[in-house]
């Protein structure tokens, strides 16, 4: 197939979760496909590195000044679209689009979260797919009940209304809008029912993230891993911290905890006044604390896409102690693939026990296991392959011309 990738970041190096999935996305489609990327340049600095040997054309699109964004979201707060879609509301880059479409041939165009929904032209018959991945709506939803401010709720209850609507002016005009798991699907079917939707699982690189005989296990390390200022990341620090470690100290004195994630806040920072609690702030590589750690803990108590931080975890063989919430996207089996709990207390005894390695073996199998048959990078693009092929079929038979 030819294939076209409309994204709102150059995915080289990656830095955000979309970043990483455009960069899989390209990296294993470009193996049996051909893949031209569209891109806003986000470092005027920023290489092409791997992507110029898996993509036909890269074309870059200048962001928008700073005055200009800072005006387009001023203009976005009294106006009804999305501060995140005003962020790169252009009238050049859709004409850029639009041209491009004119004059390149393809079997169908991905474009990349809510915010590239715009650039799709209006009359475009050719195969077109949002990947919508962790749907907006969605998670202001479920951040609704737990409050960082007291005009927190409100400004969800404003932003939800605006997305819906944007939204369902707009994913109605694609052949299939794609999620990250079937459980996200279900929720958001409940809201847009006249759009198609599919799922392609956040993927992992099972290779790079494996266990290592070179590295070992140091007894009694707990890791809590992920964006260290990201609020959900947050409150579930504080949760662990304050409600579930002492739990574990009281039968595991010697156990420690080693918060690993870039820019942590001071809500973060101030765990790491007690001498058992690590804050290690950026680090080169998180898979060097995975496979030492005896234990990973994801206490995320909102439900928020798919927790990649459980899956790398996983993949690295080291067992995970998660809530239900985190295990949303994800649909492992408690006992099987890692432990769930909820209650401080038998979250605190399901890490005590794996700190003592009881089914440690057992679980560090079954997880590594698990994310290889269902996570594995070239599983997911097996599976969105096979969508694409459905979808462009399904333009074919309207009527609708390829281009």
Request: glycine content about 6%; aromatic content about 10%; some cysteine.
């Amino acid at each position: 197939m030819r294939l076209l990738l409309v994204a709102p970041h150059f995915p080289y190096p990656p830095r955000s979760g979309s970043a990483l999935i455009a960069y899989y996305y390209l990296k294993h489609l470009s193996q049996r496909h051909t893949v031209d990327l569209i891109a806003f340049k986000d470092d005027p600095t920023a290489e092409p590195g791997d992507l110029a040997a898996w993509c036909r054309h890269i074309e870059l699109l200048e962001p928008p000044a700073r005055w200009q964004v800072r005006l387009k979201l001023l203009a976005g707060v009294v106006g009804d679209l999305p501060l995140a879609v005003s962020h790169y509301l252009s009238w050049r880059t859709a004409a850029k689009v639009r041209r491009w479409l004119e004059c390149h041939t393809y079997d169908a165009v991905l474009f990349q979260l809510t915010e590239m929904a715009q650039f799709l032209p209006r009359g475009y018959q050719g195969a077109a797919v949002l990947c919508l991945e962790d749907p907006l709506v969605l998670k202001y939803q479920r951040r609704s009940p737990w409050r960082s401010t007291w005009y927190t709720p409100w400004l969800n209850r404003y932003e939800i209304g605006r997305i819906r609507r944007y939204e369902q002016r707009h994913a109605p005009r694609f052949d299939r809008v794609l999620m990250l798991n079937p459980n996200d699907v279900a929720d958001y079917q409940a809201i847009f029912r006249r759009v198609r939707f599919d799922w392609v699982p956040y993927g992992v690189d099972v290779e790079l993230f494996s266990p290592s005989d070179q590295v070992a296990r140091q007894e009694g390390m707990i890791v809590l891993s992920g964006n260290m200022n990201h609020p959900p990341n947050v409150d579930a620090v504080t949760f662990f911290c304050r409600d579930i470690f002492p739990l574990v100290r009281a039968q595991i004195p010697t156990a420690t905890l080693w918060l690993v994630g870039a820019n942590p806040v001071p809500e973060v920072l101030r765990w790491a006044a007690d001498s058992q609690i690590t804050v290690t702030g950026f680090v080169p590589d998180v898979k060097d604390y995975l496979r030492q750690a005896l234990v990973s803990v994801c206490p995320v108590t909102i439900k928020t896409g798919s927790q990649t931080k459980i899956l790398e975890a996983l993949a690295c063989g080291t067992p995970v102690v998660a809530t239900s919430a985190a295990n949303h996207g994800i649909g492992a089996v408690s006992g099987e693939h890692l432990y769930l709990a909820d209650d401080p207390a038998a979250f605190a005894g399901y890490v005590v026990s794996l700190l003592n390695r009881q089914h440690w073996e057992r679980l560090s199998q079954n997880g590594r296991r698990f994310v290889v048959e269902n996570f594995a990078w070239e599983r997911c693009i097996a599976r969105l392959e096979h969508i694409l092929d459905a979808v462009v079929q399904e333009v074919q038979m309207r009527g609708g011309y390829v281009r």
